[in-house]
Protein backbone atom coordinates (compact mmCIF):
# COMPACT_ATOMS: atom_id res chain seq x y z
CA UNK A 1 0.00 0.00 0.00
CA UNK A 2 0.98 3.51 -0.41
CA UNK A 3 0.97 5.83 2.41
CA UNK A 4 0.90 9.74 1.87
CA UNK A 5 2.02 12.58 4.43
CA UNK A 6 2.77 16.05 4.53
CA UNK A 7 -0.65 18.10 2.94
CA UNK A 8 -1.96 20.73 5.01
CA UNK A 9 -3.40 24.63 5.09
CA UNK A 10 -0.55 27.32 3.74
CA UNK A 11 0.22 30.79 2.40
CA UNK A 12 0.48 31.92 -0.79
CA UNK A 13 4.16 31.85 -1.84
CA UNK A 14 5.12 28.78 1.28
CA UNK A 15 6.41 25.69 1.16
CA UNK A 16 4.80 21.82 1.61
CA UNK A 17 6.94 19.01 1.27
CA UNK A 18 4.73 15.86 0.45
CA UNK A 19 5.62 12.22 1.32
CA UNK A 20 4.76 8.41 0.22
CA UNK A 21 5.89 5.36 1.13
CA UNK A 22 5.17 2.16 -0.22
CA UNK A 23 4.66 -0.80 2.41
CA UNK A 24 4.48 -4.51 2.15
CA UNK A 25 5.85 -7.27 0.38
CA UNK A 26 8.10 -4.94 -1.98
CA UNK A 27 11.44 -5.44 -3.50
CA UNK A 28 11.67 -2.76 -6.13
CA UNK A 29 9.38 -0.05 -7.03
CA UNK A 30 9.15 0.65 -10.72
CA UNK A 31 7.84 4.51 -11.83
CA UNK A 32 6.51 6.54 -9.58
CA UNK A 33 4.10 9.84 -9.34
CA UNK A 34 1.89 12.58 -7.70
CA UNK A 35 -1.00 13.42 -9.27
CA UNK A 36 -3.85 15.99 -8.37
CA UNK A 37 -7.39 16.50 -7.94
CA UNK A 38 -8.91 19.93 -7.77
CA UNK A 39 -12.66 20.34 -7.03
CA UNK A 40 -14.33 19.55 -10.51
CA UNK A 41 -11.68 19.17 -12.14
CA UNK A 42 -10.05 15.47 -13.96
CA UNK A 43 -7.12 14.52 -12.01
CA UNK A 44 -4.16 15.51 -13.73
CA UNK A 45 -0.65 14.37 -13.44
CA UNK A 46 2.08 16.78 -11.90
CA UNK A 47 5.22 15.02 -11.66
CA UNK A 48 6.43 11.45 -12.82
CA UNK A 49 9.95 9.55 -11.79
CA UNK A 50 11.37 6.90 -13.67
CA UNK A 51 13.33 4.51 -11.17
CA UNK A 52 16.59 5.70 -12.60
CA UNK A 53 15.88 9.00 -11.36
CA UNK A 54 14.72 10.64 -14.86
CA UNK A 55 11.86 13.33 -13.99
CA UNK A 56 9.00 15.17 -15.95
CA UNK A 57 6.68 17.86 -14.61
CA UNK A 58 3.47 19.18 -15.47
CA UNK A 59 4.24 23.16 -17.09
CA UNK A 60 1.84 24.04 -14.38
CA UNK A 61 4.32 23.60 -11.74
CA UNK A 62 7.92 23.43 -13.64
CA UNK A 63 10.58 25.59 -11.94
CA UNK A 64 8.35 25.17 -8.78
CA UNK A 65 8.16 21.83 -7.40
CA UNK A 66 10.71 19.06 -7.64
CA UNK A 67 10.05 15.27 -7.49
CA UNK A 68 12.45 13.04 -6.09
CA UNK A 69 12.76 9.26 -4.57
CA UNK A 70 14.78 7.35 -2.04
CA UNK A 71 14.87 3.83 -3.67
CA UNK A 72 15.91 2.20 -0.08
CA UNK A 73 12.83 3.46 1.70
CA UNK A 74 10.09 2.89 -1.34
CA UNK A 75 9.87 6.50 -0.72
CA UNK A 76 8.47 9.26 -3.32
CA UNK A 77 8.86 13.23 -2.31
CA UNK A 78 7.04 16.49 -3.71
CA UNK A 79 8.76 19.51 -2.69
CA UNK A 80 6.20 22.08 -3.70
CA UNK A 81 7.60 25.82 -3.05
CA UNK A 82 6.20 28.97 -4.41
CA UNK A 83 2.62 27.84 -3.43
CA UNK A 84 -0.04 29.36 -5.96
CA UNK A 85 -4.35 29.41 -4.59
CA UNK A 86 -4.75 27.19 -8.01
CA UNK A 87 -2.17 24.28 -6.40
CA UNK A 88 -5.24 23.41 -4.01
CA UNK A 89 -6.37 19.96 -4.71
CA UNK A 90 -6.15 16.51 -3.26
CA UNK A 91 -3.17 15.06 -3.97
CA UNK A 92 -2.47 11.87 -4.64
CA UNK A 93 0.80 9.09 -5.04
CA UNK A 94 0.74 6.50 -7.58
CA UNK A 95 3.61 4.07 -7.35
CA UNK A 96 4.43 0.91 -10.43
CA UNK A 97 5.27 -2.23 -8.33
CA UNK A 98 6.06 -5.40 -9.96
CA UNK A 99 4.51 -8.61 -7.89
CA UNK A 100 7.29 -10.35 -7.84
CA UNK A 101 11.00 -10.43 -8.60
CA UNK A 102 11.43 -10.76 -12.86
CA UNK A 103 8.03 -10.35 -13.77
CA UNK A 104 7.45 -8.45 -16.63
CA UNK A 105 4.79 -6.19 -15.42
CA UNK A 106 3.86 -3.72 -12.79
CA UNK A 107 0.44 -3.33 -11.04
CA UNK A 108 -0.32 0.33 -10.46
CA UNK A 109 -0.89 1.72 -6.73
CA UNK A 110 -2.88 4.40 -5.54
CA UNK A 111 -2.58 6.81 -2.31
CA UNK A 112 -5.07 7.62 -0.26
CA UNK A 113 -4.81 11.40 -0.91
CA UNK A 114 -3.65 14.31 1.06
CA UNK A 115 -5.50 17.43 0.74
CA UNK A 116 -3.07 20.79 0.12
CA UNK A 117 -5.18 23.86 0.91
CA UNK A 118 -3.24 27.76 -0.47
CA UNK A 119 -4.90 30.19 0.65
CA UNK A 120 -4.58 33.54 2.89
Known amino acids: QLVESGGGLVQPGGSLRLSCAAS????????MAWYRQAPGKQRELVAH???????NYAISVKGRFTISRDNAKNTVYLQMNSLKPEDTAVYYC????????????????WGQGTQVTVSS
Open 49 to 55: ITSGGST
Open 24 to 31: GSIFSVNA
Open 94 to 109: NAEIPPYKGSGYSYVY
